[in-house]
């Protein structure tokens, strides 16, 4: 597989990486930038690392993965966006949003936004792709993606108001629907 193609796999990935990131853009408006640099980096070694996961495990549990792996997005984003709803709901007039980068809500958030690199990781296997080469571009293209989500995030927090936690989880939510349906109606 050539570079140009490895790059377009990169970008179909990073799509619900880039939704996630501008989420916590919105919601952290003022976040600093070697925190942005640690979600988008912990993003991108997920969708990375899953995608070599992907391929070292092979067609072995592929039928497995493919039954579940929507259920896994949509359970954990939805997980994630409801928490974002309710704290944006009691957030007090002067308070401080809640931070949705705390490692277990960045974890979740990483894990179900990387299932897909997971089975694109399987099918990379059958084509006998170049993994570590491909896993390099692809967590690249997911780190820039994040942390350019991120600033546009932070720029339209600041205009959304307080309620911005509200937006970030419905975001969250879309993005696990998302998925969802795409498996359910392929």
């Known amino acids: 597989m ?37 979600i988008a980096f912990v993003l991108a070694f ?3 690392g899953l995608l070599v996961t992907g391929f070292f495990l092979g067609s072995f549990i592929s039928e497995i ?5 929507h259920w896994v997005a949509l359970l954990l984003l939805s997980f994630l966006g409801i928490r974002m709803i309710v ?10 949003p809640r ?10 958030a990483a894990v179900g936004t990387s299932i897909d690199a997971f089975a694109v990781g399987i099918s990379f296997a059958l084509l006998s792709i170049r993994i570590w080469y ?13 942390m350019t989500a991120i600033r546009i995030g932070k720029s339209a927090g600041s205009h959304l108001g307080k ?21 359910m109606l392929k």
């Open 2 to 38: 050539d570079f140009i193609t490895i790059v377009a796999v990169a970008l179909g990935l990073s799509f619900d990486t880039f939704a996630v990131s501008l989420s916590y853009g919105v919601v952290r408006n003022k976040i600093l930038f070697m925190q942005a640099v640690r």
């Open 134 to 146: 491909s896993s390099i571009i692809i967590g690249a293209v997911t780190f820039l993606a994040s």
């Open 65 to 69: 993965v493919r039954a579940a792996d």
């Open 46 to 48: 997920f969708q990375a």
């Open 87 to 96: 704290e944006g709901i009691r957030k007090k007039e002067d308070g401080e």
């Open 99 to 108: 931070d949705f980068s705390k490692p277990l809500e960045l974890l979740a």
């Open 163 to 183: 309620k911005v936690e509200i937006i970030g989880g419905l975001i969250l939510i879309a993005i696990g629907l998302k998925i969802f349906l795409e498996h």
